[in-house]
């Protein structure tokens, strides 16, 4: 069997998989979007928004057989999702007592409904451990292991701030000494006016949005920090100030970084998940923007047909989607995408990339999930220093570190060949990936390499 069959099929089978963060998915045939799952799944305690299901309506339906639809599952409308796709999507609020899967299957049973599914919750599981690039402190970043960016830089590739990257994850603090300036500042909407310039629904996103907050404000931990490490951390990998005699630097010196947030204190649900996708789709579709990817350190959940199709759309765009593989199960232990998938990581879109971890020795990370289909590289994801709150610098272990890596090397793949499609860029990513031992025997990816940015700049 094709790889992308089994890829879907596997998709239907909507696992759900544990509050873990970090997703993956390997090298994919185009993908298509696959037919509604048979019934949802029965979701684990703490997987899914209690009360609440996601249905995405057929293209004209009048609003009677909405309301018809809606009254199978006893079900109210609390948000009407602004999304690029066809059809309304409807963020539905069910009455307690009622299961979750038990109104999906009643919405799907109208004729309206395309699909209904649960409003899956998603969560970032990165550890701390106890500043840098002088000191050795960044390895992912030289050679050896890392991501041999070093060499990169050495040889005059350094990035863009022509290049647009989306951070889907907590948010950002944008004013970080090592941030300062590498975030993007919304053109199109004037700051502050509380209008909605742009005509995009969101006002004054003037760094990106909060989706889990519903306001502009991407960063919330204020001066004494605590919220948005995660976020900040990823972004300070994929491109955090280089030669400012302090602290870290990125893949990237140079890049614009613009923030999703819509991962809070209770993690982040498929609505928002899908919010974010688009948005970065309509910035790149309507204004230009040479967004490249978006990077995406975090998973669990089941199969959502909303979230494929905004990753599709996405596609569609020329954005990359780099994904996390996942940090396996509650014990610490990595789990194998081929037969458990990961989400988002294991959608079929031909346009994610998903990223293991490995250690500085080059081992598999003893948490990464891995899979010879369904997993495309490795990259660092141990002990790898970066940006945190409030103007901080934190050490973390995850595939979601490992993610930004990988993120940050397409960013500085599209600075140095401009005008390059996503595929295009992906297949230097993959084509380049140094074969590692540990990822070519019991625990695979599909390329069995890592990350190596600097090779890649050659195909």
């Known amino acids: 069997m094709q790889r992308s069959s089994r890829r879907i099929l596997r998709g239907l089978v909507a696992v759900a998989a544990g509050l873990v963060l970090f997703g993956g998915a390997g090298t994919r045939a185009e993908a298509q979007p696959g037919p509604t799952p048979p019934g949802p799944a029965v979701p684990s305690q703490g997987t899914v928004v209690p009360n609440e299901v996601l249905v995405q309506f057929r293209p004209t339906t009048p609003e009677p057989q909405k309301a018809d639809a809606r009254g199978r599952a006893r079900a109210t409308l609390q948000e009407r999702l602004r999304t690029l796709g066809p059809g309304d999507l409807e963020l539905l609020t069910i009455p307690p007592g009622l299961l979750v899967a038990d109104a999906v299957r009643a919405l799907q049973s109208h004729p309206a409904v395309q699909f209904a599914e649960p409003n899956w919750l998603y969560e970032h599981q990165a550890t701390a451990t106890d500043s840098y690039y002088a000191n050795g402190s960044l390895w ?67 760094h990106g949005w909060d989706f889990d907050g519903g306001d502009n404000t991407i960063y919330d931990g204020g001066a004494r920090g605590g919220l948005d490490d995660h976020g900040t951390h990823v972004a300070g990998t994929i491109g955090a100030k280089a030669n400012n ?75 990359l989607f780099i994904a996390a593989a996942g940090n396996g199960d509650r014990f610490g232990r990595g789990l194998n995408n081929d037969t458990t998938p990961h989400y988002p990581a294991s959608y079929a879109n ?10 500085s020795g080059g081992a598999k990370a003893s948490f990464s999930n891995y ?89």
């Not at 909407?189 to 969101?202: K, L, R, T």
């Not at 031909?350 to 250690?359: C, T």
């Not at 625990?443 to 940015?453: D, F, I, M």
């Open 140 to 206: 992912g970043l030289k050679g050896g292991f890392g991501s041999n960016a070093a060499a990169a830089w050495a040889a005059g590739a350094t990035g863009s701030a022509a290049v647009y990257v989306g951070v889907i994850d907590e948010g950002i603090q944008f004013d970080h000494p090592d941030l300062a300036g590498q975030i993007w500042t919304n053109p199109y909407d004037a700051a502050g006016d509380g209008v909605d310039n742009d005509a995009n629904g969101y006002v004054d996103d003037v």
């Open 371 to 459: 899979g010879a289909t369904s997993v495309d590289l490795g990259a660092p994801g141990v002990s790898v220093w970066s940006t945190t709150a409030y103007n901080g610098y934190s050490s973390y272990n995850g595939t979601s570190m490992a993610t930004p890596h990988v993120t940050g090397a397409v960013a500085l793949y599209a600075a140095t060949h401009p005008g390059t499609t996503a595929a295009q860029i992906k297949s230097a990513i993959l084509t380049s990936a140094v074969p590692t031992p540990a990822l070519a025997g019991q625990t695979p990816v599909a390329t069995g390499g890592r990350l190596e940015a600097f090779a890649a700049l050659s195909k």
């Open 245 to 319: 005699g302090s602290g870290v630097v990125g893949v990237n010196w140079n890049v614009t970084l613009i923030s999703a947030k819509f991962l809070g204190r209770r993690g982040g649900t498929t609505a928002n998940a899908v919010k974010a996708v688009d948005y970065f789709t309509d910035l790149k579709t309507r204004h230009g923007l040479d967004i490249v990817a978006t990077n995406n350190s975090w998973g669990g959940g089941g199969y959502s047909q909303a979230l494929f199709d905004a990753i599709e759309r996405a596609k569609a765009a020329d954005i």
């Open 350 to 359: 031909a346009n994610i990339i998903a990223v293991a971890a490995i250690d």
